[in-house]
């Protein structure tokens, strides 16, 4: 394609050199190839544009630049304001504009996104329609499953996989929308048919310093979203109304909204509660335990009611998903207690996933979490007081301690479940800490290992090992 056509769009921009023809388009110089464009993107380790010769050198035949730089070579400078905003303009026509021909779902929020994007594709499933779906665990294209390396993708990766699901006839592609993703515009220049807003609780203040911060990068997806759809029992989605564009339908349990639930009861198995919307009242057997998941569900229904979607179907497509890989699954050991294996890796998620499985405890209530190393740290003491406040009994240990020491992140938990008064202990080496659980494990009690979920991986140093914790699980309750 022509460079001129790549960048239609972009608004002002000033242009070197000749309109060549672009083969390829990178934002990594070592992906570079004969007839490449190469974008230059001012990241947070290392700047692009210090790859730009080495890029020119591979072939590049032109730079998408924000900031004038020396240039050996036949190669054609194009100067922008915002390199990453103009590499999903380039992607979006590189693709021919895939997210045109695809109605969109968007979700984001602190917790909740993964499991609401399975429920979301049920229910669009049981209306008859072909999905795609992008998000933390997987993407989907209809039956088929391709490794994510980020919840939302580079606008580039994420234009391909539009145009993916446009060439196999996908009629609705649902996804997460990160909040680093809004604030790298990743999915700058994408409509919505319909934004979710599940909720906002602390996370990622590494990267967006104060929530009020983070509250604004998840505003943005509603600045492109058609519907909009407002968790309002949450404080900060009732404040969200006060910004969003396009029609507003309000889900929630405690407050009056549009869609709420009703008579919902809780039992390990899952949660029935009746689905309200206008005139109509159905029952709902939802599969996933949990009052949060019932907000997932109405968040989901209400989307799918912004869409025309009947409630029967709505009703039908909740109940047909089973489970989400690595949330809330239950593995039931043969000497009589039960091992929850769940992603929660927030204050608020620890918070929800103890809520919701002390409603069937019989026994003891015991959590085995860690927290993520080069992630924010302020959260760590948050999660220790919610799982000391929540559990009965603390293992904490490791959880993708990647380049930071894992003594130091444990330090970092500790004080928070020192409030609480909960006993505690602590096992660095996290199936060390799996084993031990297991070990003391009395009938009748719950485990919950918090914080990998479907992660099949532990992030170390110098490396990363392989670690799935419902293989290691499965295996030490043969050995025990
Ligand atoms: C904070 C963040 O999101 N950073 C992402 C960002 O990094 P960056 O822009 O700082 O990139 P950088 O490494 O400094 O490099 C700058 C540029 O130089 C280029 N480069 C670099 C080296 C080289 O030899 N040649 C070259 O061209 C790079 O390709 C890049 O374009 O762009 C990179 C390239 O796409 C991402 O890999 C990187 O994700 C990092 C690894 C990451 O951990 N991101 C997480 C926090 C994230 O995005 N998480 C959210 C989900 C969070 C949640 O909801 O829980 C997600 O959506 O996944
Ligand atoms: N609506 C919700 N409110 C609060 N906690 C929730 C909710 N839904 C799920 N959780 C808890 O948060 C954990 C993560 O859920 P999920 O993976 O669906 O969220 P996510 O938003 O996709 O997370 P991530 O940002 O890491 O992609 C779950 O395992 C559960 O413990
Ligand atoms: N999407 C989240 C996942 C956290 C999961 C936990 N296992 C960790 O590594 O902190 C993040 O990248 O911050
Ligand atoms: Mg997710």
Not at 5 to 20: A, P, R, T, Y
Not at 363 to 384: Q, S, V
Request: proline share 2%.
């Amino acid at each position: 394609m022509r460079l001129s056509e790549l960048i239609s769009g972009i608004d002002s921009c000033i242009f070197v050199g000749n309109d060549v023809d672009i083969k390829h388009i990178t934002y990594n110089s070592k992906d570079v190839t004969e007839g490449s464009l190469f974008i230059c993107i001012e990241g947070f380790k290392v700047d692009g544009h210090h790859f730009a010769q080495e890029a020119v050198d591979r072939g590049a035949k032109a730079l998408i630049i924000s900031k004038d730089i020396n240039i050996f070579g036949d190669v054609t400078l194009v100067k922008v304001k915002d390199t990453r905003k103009a590499m999903a303009i380039i992607s979006s026509n590189f693709y021919k504009k895939p997210a045109e021909k695809i109605k969109i779902v968007g979700i984001t929020g602190t917790n909740g996104k993964t499991t609401s994007t399975f429920m979301m594709k049920s229910i669009l499933e049981s209306y008859g329609q072909k999905i795609g779906l992008i998000g933390t665990i997987y993407n989907i294209i209809g039956d088929k499953i391709i490794e994510a390396k980020r919840t939302t993708p580079e606008s580039l990766d994420l234009q391909c996989l539009f145009k993916e699901m446009v060439d196999n006839n996908c009629a609705y592609c649902v996804m997460e929308v990160s909040s680093h993703s809004l604030e790298l515009e990743r999915v700058y220049g994408v409509d919505f048919e319909a934004g979710i807003f599940t909720n906002l609780t602390q996370d990622h203040l590494d990267f967006h310093k104060t929530m009020e911060n983070y509250f604004k990068a998840k505003l943005k997806l509603f600045e492109r979203a058609k519907n909009a759809i407002i968790n309002i029992d949450d404080d900060y989605g009732k404040e969200a109304l006060r910004y969003v564009k396009g029609n507003i339908l309000k889900y929630g349990i405690d407050s009056v909204a549009d869609v709420y639930a009703k008579d919902i009861t809780m039992s390990d198995e899952g949660t029935k509660f009746k689905l309200c919307y206008e005139s109509n009242e159905i029952e709902v057997n939802l599969h996933l335990p949990g009052k949060y998941n019932v907000y997932n569900a109405l968040g989901c229904a209400a989307a799918a009611l912004s869409l025309g979607i009947d409630i029967n179907t709505i009703k039908k497509g909740l109940e047909a998903l089973k489970s989400v890989p690595g949330r809330s699954e239950r593995i039931k050991a043969k000497q009589g207690f039960t091992v929850i294996i769940d992603y929660a890796h927030t204050p608020d998620g620890i918070e929800n996933i103890l809520k919701a499985t002390r409603e069937y405890t019989k026994g003891r209530l015991i959590i085995l979490f860690g927290a993520g190393g080069d992630r924010d740290k302020t959260k760590r003491p948050l999660m220790g007081k919610a799982a000391g406040t929540f559990a009965d009994y603390c293992i904490i240990t490791s959880d993708n301690p990647r380049n930071e020491e894992p003594e130091q992140i444990i330090q970092d938990i500790i004080p928070g479940v020192e409030k609480t008064g909960c006993p505690y202990k602590i096992i660095v080496d996290r199936k060390e800490a799996i084993k031990y659980a297991l070990m003391n494990a009395k009938k009748d009690d719950v485990i919950v290992i918090a914080g990998k979920g479907h992660e099949t991986y532990q992030i170390l140093k110098d490396k990363t090992v392989h670690f799935d914790e419902k293989e290691i699980v499965n295996e030490l309750l043969q050995e025990i």
